[in-house]
């Protein structure tokens, strides 16, 4: 399977805890977002990444959330202190870059997040 | 504040029906226009639209961007009901390569 691909699918913890979610984006992208998605929603962006760079964060993403991407290939997004509020899919897409019209992004399944 | 904006929220039709969903925008420094399909977990591309006027098609589907009066539409004809799902639109902006997505609409198609 040559496309996103997000681990684990499915996270389940206590509130308080901290969790990562892992991101393996398609191998020749070299930008790579991390969306949250709740229901009856769109997917709303927190942060993307170019090669390792972390270009852009939303003010969505407070202090408790931190996304990395040490080799500019996989990526983490680490949620510390977790709140219920943050219960979501936590999507990562990736896309290739270098277009001035932008290219299109390709999403993975998801991380389904719930907060007890 | 950028934002993007669907209608209708949610639709139900028949096999065979031809439906369009609207998206209008408004995002600074507008650079391109997606749809996705979402049917259970991971949204799937469908179209980027950057020029107006221009239609894409694929299969049954089409859209079509109007830069003028800022919206698009995604036209369906004779649906199926594996066309049934939760269709997004995003726009993005030049100097940032984030989406900013509608809430998308629900689309179920009985059969």
């Known amino acids: 399977d040559t496309g996103v691909s997000q681990d684990p699918r499915h996270k389940i913890t206590k509130r308080g805890q901290n969790v990562t979610f892992r991101c393996d984006p398609i191998s020749e992208h070299n930008r790579l977002y991390w969306y949250r998605q709740t229901l009856g929603q769109g997917p709303e962006f927190l942060t993307y990444f170019q090669n390792e760079a972390q270009l852009e964060k939303s003010r969505l993403l407070s202090d408790r959330f931190s996304a990395e991407r040490p080799k500019g290939s996989f990526s983490t997004l680490e949620i510390q202190r977790t709140e219920q509020g943050d219960s979501a899919m936590y999507l990562c897409a990736s896309s290739r870059g270098g277009a001035a019209a932008g290219t299109e992004a390709f999403f993975g399944q998801g991380t389904r997040l719930t907060v007890v | 504040e950028d934002k993007v904006v669907q209608s209708p929220l949610s639709l139900v039709v028949h096999e065979g029906d031809t439906v369009t969903l609207n998206c209008s925008y408004e995002?600074?420094?507008?650079?391109?226009l997606l749809w996705y399909k979402q049917e259970k977990k991971a949204p799937t591309f469908l179209f980027m639209l950057t020029s107006s006027g221009i239609e894409k098609k694929s299969g049954r589907l089409s859209s079509i961007l109007d830069k003028k009066e800022l919206f698009s539409i995604l036209n369906i004809t004779a649906t199926q009901t594996g066309d049934s799902a939760i269709y997004l639109c995003?726009?993005?902006?030049?100097?940032?390569?984030?989406?900013?997505f509608g809430t998308g609409t629900r689309l179920k198609v009985l059969a």
């Open positions: 995003a726009g993005t902006t030049s100097g940032t390569y984030k989406y900013i």
């Open positions: 995002v600074t420094n507008f650079r391109s």
